[in-house]
């Protein structure tokens, strides 16, 4: 890895601390200023951050500027051995029987909780699991794809374009803002607001065969 990769690898990691300790938005004039970088540089790696599903906005007026969601890290929770545990059985059923759509952010949550835990514990965890049996019928199948950008749309309360095929095989564009998920045993479904139509709707997840964001 050249040496400019690396600098600049480490100062998006710099760039994102600094905007989740920041109260008020930030102009790119002084991220610029303060990471000694030009102004088109400091764009360019604010869409890299976009990129990389982080949570960003313009804000405008007073104290306007680049702003992180405050929702974006938590502060630190201590678990105990038990609970940890617990919680790892329950996101690795919940991702084996594709309870959530979300499966790629519960196995990056699931990584630090299994981080937190000691080698003893990890022990434990890896005896309960195999000691835990869930009998289900796992929900249709659906696109990685489609998952993220679903999920990104729904956190980030943004408009989703989606490419829906209905029960006649029927395709079809749709632009919706998603209101909520819906999971039972079987599918998922997509609570839903139309955009074209105006109208609430319900769309199965696993009939969305490509979505983005707008």
Not at 61 to 79: E, T
Not at 126 to 138: I, S
Not at 156 to 168: D, F, G, H, S, W
Request: positive net charge; hydrophobic residues 45%.
């Amino acid at each position: 890895m050249s040496v400019n990769v690396v600098q600049r690898t480490e100062r998006l990691f710099a760039l994102v601390e600094y905007l989740r300790a920041r109260r008020t938005g930030v102009t790119a004039e002084a991220l610029a200023e303060r990471f000694e970088v030009t102004i088109r540089t400091i764009y360019r790696d604010l869409d890299a951050l976009r990129r990389a599903a982080l949570p960003l906005a313009a804000e405008r007026g007073r104290g306007g500027g680049y702003a992180l969601d405050k929702s974006y890290c938590l502060p630190p929770v201590n678990f105990t051995a038990r609970e940890a545990a617990l919680l790892m059985a329950l996101g690795q059923q919940a991702i084996a029987l594709r309870w959530v759509p979300f499966t790629n952010t519960l196995t990056k949550a699931l990584d630090k909780v299994r981080a937190a835990l000691g080698t003893s514990a990890q022990r434990e965890l890896l005896q309960r699991l195999d000691e835990l049996k869930f009998v289900d019928v796992p929900a249709l199948p659906v696109d990685e794809k489609v998952r993220a950008a679903v999920e990104r749309a729904w956190f980030e309360r943004q408009p989703l374009c989606i490419t829906y095929v209905n029960a006649k095989a029927v395709e079809t564009k749709r632009r919706i803002r998603v209101l909520g998920v819906i999971m039972n045993r079987h599918e998922t479904r997509l609570e839903a607001h139309d955009l074209d139509s105006q109208e609430h709707r319900h769309f199965r997840l696993d009939r969305i065969v490509a979505a983005r964001m707008l």
